[in-house]
């Protein structure tokens, strides 16, 4: 099993729509839970770390699971913009640093 | 405010040629990591530098050297390129010492490598 897993996608959605989707970790020690957002031949760019009570920014809603390890992030009343690629952060015992591969999303009218 | 400036943007090498990819970062953080990331691997640590004067292997760091020139500026030298090493590469930089993964990380534009 990878370190880090997500869903490729792409996740096709309307404009308007709300979209969710989980990123998955092996490692129980993991300590620290970023979202970071990639548009196409960009750099990442943070979008929100993740804390254990859950947190929200404006129409993004991130949530720490541990007790099935995973991470998520809902998206409500998405936007053109919002389309991109998604990309979680874990950091594991012992500093160590895991990027998962990304979740395509892909907003349409 | 620049942020993370990476040099150059796109290169084009030969096999067996050797490089130096520059970064450098004018927020006054303690770390700074270099990546690669290629289709469907998604971002790979190559060597991260937790402090000044401080490097340490990541994820893939062979055929590939770094050198943290100061606070400010961490390369990364390709000595003997090859095809494999086609990528684009990251460097980033994150705030603090200990603890240094716990926290953000912010992005330099990419340089964009092929190796022919």
């Known amino acids: 099993r990878k370190e880090v897993e997500q869903d490729p996608g792409p996740f096709n959605v309307p404009e308007g729509a709300t979209v969710a989707f989980n990123c998955t970790y092996s490692n129980s020690a993991s300590q620290s839970f970023f979202w970071y957002r990639q548009d196409c031949r960009k750099e990442p760019k943070l979008l929100m770390s993740v804390y254990s009570s859950g947190n929200e920014d404006g129409r993004f809603t991130a949530q720490l699971n541990r007790a099935s390890q995973y991470i998520s992030l809902l998206i409500r009343d998405s936007k053109l913009s919002d389309s991109a690629t998604y990309l979680c952060?874990?950091?594991?015992?012992?500093?160590?640093?895991?990027f998962g591969t990304g979740t395509q999303l892909k907003v349409e009218l | 405010n620049a942020g993370v400036t990476q040099t150059p943007k796109f290169q084009v090498l030969k096999t067996g040629q050797s490089m130096t990819l520059q970064c450098a970062q004018d927020m006054n953080h303690n770390s700074m990591y270099w990546y690669r990331q290629d289709p469907g691997m998604g971002l790979r640590l190559i060597y991260y530098?937790?402090?000044?004067?401080?490097?340490d292997k990541g994820e893939v760091p062979n055929g590939y050297n770094v050198s943290r020139l100061n606070k400010r500026e961490f390369s990364l030298r390709l000595e003997s390129a090859a095809p494999s090493q086609t990528s684009v590469y990251f460097c980033a930089s994150s705030e603090g010492t200990v603890n240094y993964s716990n926290q953000p990380q912010h992005f330099g534009d990419g340089t964009r490598l092929s190796i022919l």
């Open positions: 952060r874990i950091t594991g015992g012992g500093n160590k640093l895991t």
């Open positions: 530098s937790a402090s000044e004067g401080t490097t």
